[in-house]
Each structure stands twice: as structure tokens, then as C-alpha cells.
């Protein structure tokens, strides 16, 4: 079983940056493929990003591309989700997400964190 935890949201300005960390205990992370999802209010959970589990093959989202960052450390269990030049639309809810498939399916992801705010001001 892996418990994922993630940090990093909070209020930022619209151009700004931030970072999420997702912290994974509970099994063998270097095994796992990672995702970022995000939920706005009133809307669908979306994928944003997605990496292998060895680093080397990163996917995103077209909205984002050019603009997140999915990265992962083995050796401290955790991933990241660098997020730059913030829009008003990039404001939700982000889950990571833990599957042995490869895949963007949210069903598929077999481990959720509990979500990380992040907040956009104009």
C-alpha cells in the first residue's frame, strides 16, 4: 500500500511560480509511475503530468507544456511538479498519483495523494 502526501500549494500571484512535492511511503516508489492531476472547482479531474519510473520520459498536458515541470527523486520518494508563469486557469486542486500502468487515465492510478490548493491572483 503507498501513501502519498503532497505540499507545496498556497496563494500565488498570476506569472508566478510554485513547487508541489508528493512524499511516497508504503512501498517500492522507484517501481511506480507518477502523475500530477488537478481539479478545478466545478470541473472534471484533469491530467497534467505524468513521469516514468526511472525519470527519463516525462508527458504533460498541452496547456501546460512549456510552462510545469514533473520530476521525481527515487532516492527520497518524492515527486515534483514545478509550475511556472501561473494562469487563472491553472488554479485547483493537485493530486499525484501512483500506477504500475503507463497511462492517463485516472482509473487506472491505483494510489491518490489528498490534493494540494493552488490559489491564482490576478
Known amino acids: 500500500q503507498v501513501q502519498l502526501v503532497e505540499s507545496g500549494g498556497g496563494l500565488v500571484q498570476a506569472g508566478g511560480s510554485l513547487r508541489l512535492s508528493c512524499a511516497a511511503s508504503?512501498?517500492?516508489?522507484?517501481?511506480?509511475?507518477m502523475a500530477w492531476f488537478r481539479q478545478a472547482s466545478g470541473k472534471e479531474r484533469e491530467f497534467v503530468a505524468r513521469?516514468?519510473?526511472?525519470?527519463?520520459?516525462?508527458d504533460y498536458t498541452e496547456s501546460v507544456k512549456g510552462r510545469f515541470t514533473i520530476s521525481r527523486d527515487n532516492a527520497k520518494n518524492t515527486v515534483y511538479l514545478q509550475i511556472n508563469s501561473l494562469k487563472s486557469e491553472d488554479a485547483a486542486v493537485y493530486y499525484c498519483?501512483?500506477?504500475?500502468?503507463?497511462?492517463?487515465?485516472?482509473?487506472?492510478?491505483?494510489?491518490w495523494g489528498q490534493g494540494t490548493q493552488v490559489t491564482v491572483s490576478s
Open positions: 498519483a501512483a500506477t504500475r500502468s503507463i497511462t492517463v487515465l485516472a482509473q487506472q492510478y491505483n494510489y
Open positions: 508504503g512501498g517500492t516508489f522507484s517501481l511506480y509511475k
Open positions: 513521469i516514468s519510473t526511472s525519470g527519463s520520459v516525462t
